[in-house]
């Protein structure tokens, strides 16, 4: 009997290098509202675990942002039918009661995808691209990008985290 698309991924393909994301997390966040003018830089603990048969990983984590607790969740995932890495995700700081829906490509250690939010004060919506590699079985960084209406894009985020568990 053959095996599935699924199952075959999950053996050899992008669903199996998605699992090697899994696991305990720390690290440090960088935080950018401006260009090249950081604004926070502090601890980020994290939890990424394999759910619903190795389909998808769960991301939880906590950190701080200018001394006020955060926390937020992803849900990574790759669509085998579409060729395309799908990222929702919530936190309690940047995407407020919201939830960003992103898509992309897979890379050859990680993903970078490509969402969309928008600002009240601003009539276009802005893009934000979160690009994740893992850069060895323990260094897992991921950087997000705030991209203006116009096309400007500079970092926003960057986690550097080390796997402890």
């Known amino acids: 009997m053959s095996k599935s698309k699924f199952e075959a991924s999950l053996e050899t393909g992008v669903h199996h290098r998605l699992q090697s994301l899994a696991g305990t997390w720390q690290g440090i966040t960088k935080t950018w509202f401006e260009p ?35 926390e937020g969740i992803a849900i990574y995932g790759f669509d085998i039918a579409n060729n395309n890495f799908q990222i929702a995700w919530i ?20 993903f970078s995808v490509l969402g969309q939010y928008s600002v009240p004060e601003y009539p276009n919506p802005w893009n934000w691209r979160t690009v994740a590699e893992l850069q060895d079985a323990d260094t897992l960084v991921i950087t997000a990008y705030n991209i203006s209406p116009e096309g400007q894009e500079d970092k926003a985020t960057e986690t550097i985290y080390k796997r402890v568990g």
């Open 36 to 70: 090249n003018v950081l604004a926070d830089e502090s601890e980020m603990t994290g939890r990424i675990k394999s759910i619903l048969g190795g389909r998808f990983l769960l991301h939880e984590y906590q950190g701080s942002l200018n001394g006020k607790p955060f």
């Open 91 to 110: 936190d309690s700081f940047h995407m407020g009661t919201g939830t960003m829906l992103s898509n992309g490509t897979p890379t050859e250690n990680g």
